[in-house]
């Protein structure tokens, strides 16, 4: 998305949902064992649901503003695509040919590193690279959450694909259809049930409740908060007394995160005036992870932790500097243009 939401938290909330991503990889990277009170997968899990949901309920609004599948996806492409080329030539020609045991002309003429490249197709993800952070605990990873933007480009195209077949004319078979989806993953593809996550299903969840409670936008703000008042013992039961943790986060989780999100916090907004580093901080978190710790192996949890965060903060802040914001200006060729009045016969 765009900074258009400085009155709101969405983008904090992405800033902070990209460093929990982090967070979550950094056991992982440095082969650190968790708290046992810690659930770091779950944090991280979380935290892409996080990303789901915000973006289901913003890129409804959008089409509802503009509902033109060209515009509409020539604006999704505008904010996803730049990004994603950036992150993989710096992936491929600085850490890739900094962090290897291969001599260059080998890295770069390796089959594995020209299908690298493959990322950019927005289908599958294709995280390792030959010969690099030989010697970290996760050899050869590269970027590990590339996994996630395949599935974000599905959204799009499905949420598409239902505009063009006319749902969003009637909201309340827009309605109609999320529901149908969400109790259809509840029901057939929940881990609660079936004892396994599937991500190419349930974070389409998230993301359809994201844009369920954009379609009600109005009466969603109107009733979040008693809303939120009756699911989150509901939730609560489900969690805690069922140990149906899945279930219960995907009731409870979008109508919180799209409430907090919409609030206007004036004493925060000087967090969100340098821009969106979201995305950059996501996509570069794990490349920078792997090089800090390729670099100092020994340096503890912590310290390791938080230099890997400022340095994909600068990393982000440069993403959306350099590269998104400049991209999205492209946008505007895709804007509805004003309708001007006939003039009388």
């Not at 983008?11 to 929990?20: F, W």
């Not at 996501?282 to 192996?297: D, E, I, M, R």
Request: with cysteine.
């Amino acid at each position: 998305m765009s900074t258009q939401h400085r009155g709101n938290l969405f983008d904090l909330m992405r800033i902070c949902a990209a460093s929990a991503v982090i967070f979550s990889h950094h056991f992982h990277i440095t082969h650190t064992a968790s708290p046992t009170w810690l659930h770091s997968d779950m944090v991280g899990g979380v935290a892409v649901m996080t990303f789901f949901t915000i973006s289901g309920y913003l890129v409804t609004q959008s089409w509802l503003r503009q509902p033109k599948a060209l515009a509409f996806l020539s604006k999704r492409f505008l904010r996803i695509w730049p990004g994603v080329l950036f992150a993989v030539l710096t992936n491929v020609f600085l850490f890739g040919i900094f962090f290897n045991s291969m001599p260059a002309a080998d890295f770069l003429a390796h089959p594995d590193t020209l299908g690298y490249f493959r990322n950019l197709l927005l289908i599958r993800d294709y995280p390792y690279l030959p010969g690099v952070f030989e010697n970290n605990p996760i050899k050869h990873l590269m970027n590990g959450p590339l996994w996630t933007i395949p599935i974000e480009s599905l959204c799009y195209l499905v949420l598409a694909g239902a505009g063009l077949l006319g749902v969003f004319r009637s909201r309340w078979l827009a309605g109609l259809a999320a529901v149908a989806y969400l109790a259809f993953f509840l029901t057939a593809r929940n881990a609660d049930l079936t004892g396994e996550m599937q991500h190419w299903f349930e974070y389409p969840a998230y993301f359809t409740y994201g844009a369920l409670i954009a379609v009600f936008r109005d009466a969603f703000q109107a009733r979040s908060g008693r809303l939120l008042l009756l699911l989150t013992p509901l939730a609560a039961m489900l969690f805690f007394g069922l140990q149906m943790e899945h279930t219960a986060g995907l009731l409870l989780l979008p109508p919180l995160l799209i409430h907090i999100g919409s609030l206007n916090v004036p004493a925060l907004a000087f967090l969100q005036r340098g821009g969106d580093p979201s995305y950059g901080i996501y996509l570069y978190g794990c490349p920078v992870q792997q090089s800090v710790y390729a670099l100092w192996p020994d340096l503890a949890f912590i310290p390791s932790l938080l230099l890997s965060v400022a340095l994909a903060a600068v990393a982000g802040y440069a993403s959306w500097h350099l590269v998104e914001s400049p991209a999205l200006r492209f946008k505007r060729w895709f804007r509805r243009a004003p309708v001007t009045p006939q003039a009388a016969p």
